[in-house]
């Protein structure tokens, strides 16, 4: 397994301002991502987080709203911009590791965002 | 899109009774990933299954994959209060597999 610690745990923020969540990894990991969780929702991917390259972001997730950064293989930030009330949610750093023939992922304990 | 669904939503039950949740898709998975998540904090992984028909059991809680890869059912036996948390069953996507979709999820409170 992995250590994941995230920065801030919690925030609450002005409708147009921009948070920055930090994630560290106690080993170095290939694989880095970004979720997000809506009160009471499963998880939803916004981004695979790759170290030394521009992330790869899902439907409905763009780099302008969501820029994330990996400058090396334990660490990782996601950029919250502009933020707007819909965008409270949970966002939760997680690393994966490959088992045999499939991934298993661990999380951090996320950052509980509120935006007024 | 490969989507999960998970049965029943929510689920509020007495201690010592038992519970079955279900996980779905029209897709089959290659392998499937149970996690459980408690307030506050991100989510746990309980246990992966690979080989359909594969049970595994994680003291009270037993795990099913389904024989022809497309489900999987988590039992609890004898519920506790400190089952109470949001279950959520998980596989990787046909796109890339390094990455891991989350199903809907199963909100599970256990009452003393």
């Known amino acids: 397994s992995a250590v994941i610690s995230q920065k801030p745990s919690r925030d609450i923020c002005q409708r147009g301002t921009s948070l920055t969540i930090q994630c560290q990894v106690d080993?170095?990991?290939?694989?880095m991502f970004w979720y997000r969780q809506q009160p009471g929702q499963s998880l939803t991917l916004i981004a695979t987080a790759n170290q030394g390259s521009e992330a790869t972001y899902e439907s409905g997730f763009v780099i302008d709203k969501f820029p994330i950064s990996r400058p090396n293989l334990t660490f990782s930030t996601l950029t919250v911009s502009n933020m707007s009330p819909e965008d409270s949610s949970i966002y939760l750093c997680s690393v994966g590791r490959t088992v045999s023939s499939y991934n298993e992922q661990f999380f951090g304990p996320g950052t509980r965002l509120t935006v007024l | 899109t490969q989507l999960l669904e998970q049965s029943p939503q929510f689920l509020s039950i007495q201690e010592g009774e038992n519970l079955t949740v279900y996980c779905n898709s029209s897709s089959v998975f290659s392998s499937l990933q149970w996690y459980r998540q408690e307030p506050g904090e991100g989510p746990v992984l309980l246990v992966t299954v690979v080989t359909g028909g594969e049970v595994k059991k994680l003291k009270r809680l037993t795990f099913q994959f389904g024989d022809a890869r497309k489900d999987s059912s988590l039992h609890i036996t004898a519920a506790q209060p400190g089952d109470t948390g949001l279950y959520l069953c998980a596989s990787r996507t046909y796109s890339s597999a390094s990455k891991i979709i989350f199903g809907s999820g199963t909100r599970l409170s256990i009452r003393p």
């Open positions: 080993s170095q990991v290939t694989m």
